[in-house]
């Protein structure tokens, strides 16, 4: 191809620790080992040299590469914009947090531009150098929402403990004024303040989340979904689309049964409100086995990954950092309980649920990790599979 490490403004030294000698690296074995993914671009923007790392990040050959217009990789405004001035004022340009396109799904990257120049003489090139960052960014937002998780349960404590006397109180006396009166509608007006009462009760119970020990059970996750499909499908009016993307060899993992068919239902109603008045709703179901997967702060060996994505409008920018807070919610009618109740359950199963992007669509997505002192075990039946499915 023409390029050598000078190419790139450094000279790479490697010590020989055996015989102590200084020894010039292979610049194309330098570039190769890289976890960066590197392109180089010819005046016209068309790519003529890729590594290893970006055929991974594009899920392509280097043949396919290769001679492909930038704006066919990299269909952003910002980056084109920036490579016109890179290559205008022989600038060098790094740009955080650059959301792409890339296989259905948006990644987040860091992406450098800088002038290049080759030993024959050529016309300075732009060399692009493009980091994913779509982990560390997973981790910030688990961490930034298991820290809100922990402050509003601080503050719901002393809340609850403020509301819930009262009410006992309000209630007590209601309940004394209702032996006391003989009109019957009269006594209509102590049933209301007996039930609100009661209500609110409840729901400062549903804020606090579930107390209950967990009971565990091995069980096949695929049956849970279906059971929640079959749950949802008696609902609704309008006719149910349910695509499986299910992974037939997943070993059964231990959860308390009932507690994850309560957090995948609030996700999965979620996605079916979102679509009210369609003639048909479409929700996902993509179910995946993951190795050495970093779950809130954690490593974990091997961890379920379970994606609910629906056609909906989506999730408002203005909302997406504060989805799993409680009493937030888009529609008049919510409480904005279902999705911090779910966050809370995944927790409690050391889990994490986050808000991502699955092929353009809304997705939520469960991680919960195996145990790794107990050994995977099959499924007792085999798991649902299959794409298009009607409910």
Not at 92 to 108: A, D, H, S, Y
Not at 147 to 159: C, D, I, Y
Not at 239 to 252: G, M, T
Request: glycine share 6%; proline share 4%.
């Amino acid at each position: 191809m023409g390029y050598d490490l000078h190419q790139f403004g450094a000279c790479l030294i490697l010590i020989d620790v055996t015989s102590g000698v200084n020894s010039v690296l292979n610049s194309e074995l330098v570039l190769e080992s890289l976890e960066s993914a590197v392109i180089v671009i010819d005046q016209s923007n068309h790519v003529k040299l890729v590594n290893i790392a970006a055929e991974t990040l594009f899920c392509q050959s280097r043949r396919y590469l290769i001679g492909k217009h930038i704006n066919e990789l990299l269909d952003d405004t910002v980056v084109r914009k920036s490579l016109q001035e890179c290559r205008d004022y022989g600038a060098k340009f790094t740009l955080r947090e650059v959301q792409l396109g890339l296989l259905g799904q948006n990644l987040l990257v860091d992406v450098t531009l800088s002038m290049v120049t080759t030993q024959y003489g050529m016309e300075p090139s732009i060399l692009i150098e493009i980091n994913s960052i779509n982990r560390i960014s997973r981790f910030m937002k688990e961490k930034n929402q298991m820290e809100r998780q922990q402050s509003f349960k601080l503050m719901m404590r002393g809340l609850a403990h403020e509301i819930k006397n009262p009410l006992g109180g309000i209630r007590g006396a209601a309940q004394l004024l209702d032996r006391e009166i003989e009109d019957p509608s009269r006594k209509e007006l102590t049933d209301i303040l007996i039930k609100e009462a009661d209500r609110l009760t409840r729901l400062v119970d549903r804020v606090m989340g579930s107390r209950a020990q967990l009971k565990p059970t091995r069980l096949n996750i695929h049956e849970v979904l279906e059971h929640v499909v079959h749950l949802i499908s008696v609902k609704g009016a309008s006719q149910l689309i349910v695509k499986r993307f299910y992974d037939p060899a997943l070993p059964e993992i231990k959860v308390d049964k009932e507690q994850v068919i309560q957090a995948i239902l609030n996700i999965v109603g979620n996605a079916v409100e979102a679509q009210e008045g369609c003639e048909t709703i479409t929700i996902g179901l993509v179910t995946k086995f993951e190795r050495f997967v970093t779950i809130n702060q954690v490593m974990h060996r091997q961890a379920l990954k379970i994606q609910i994505w629906d056609e909906g409008p989506g999730v408002p920018d203005d909302m997406r950092d504060v989805i799993f807070d409680p009493l937030v919610t888009g529609r008049p009618e919510g409480t904005g309980l279902g999705l911090s109740i779910t966050q809370e359950i995944v927790q409690r199963h050391h889990g994490a649920v986050i808000l991502e992007h699955y092929h353009g669509k809304t997705c939520f997505s469960i991680s919960l990790p195996y145990n790794p002192k107990e050994p995977l075990a099959g499924s007792n039946k085999e798991p649902l599979a299959g794409d298009n499915n009607n409910a």
